[in-house]
């Protein structure tokens, strides 16, 4: 199974459909980090409503460190800005 994070800037509809896709088994993978880089993306809330971790980061450093925590394999830029 893969280790899967996905950076957002908004609403997280690219987002949505990933989070179906790993409840429907189609991805054999699975979400551990949601990060956007606007505090206000409802992205993070759909991950929150979905047990996924979400975090506000704009620093690039602390995203990678993040990344790394989570021993992410997969990096997916669903409408990151």
Not at 15 to 37: H, T
Request: hydrophobic fraction near 45%.
């Amino acid at each position: 199974m893969v280790n899967i994070a996905v950076l957002i800037s908004g609403s997280g509809t690219n987002l949505q459909s990933l989070i179906d896709a790993c409840n429907r088994k189609e991805i054999n993978g699975e979400i551990k980090l949601v990060v956007s880089n606007k505090e206000s993306a409802y992205g993070l809330e759909r991950a929150r409503k979905a047990n996924i971790k979400a975090e506000f980061i704009k620093d690039e450093d602390i995203i990678i460190k993040r990344l790394a925590e989570e021993k992410v394999d997969l990096i997916v830029l669903a409408g990151y800005l």
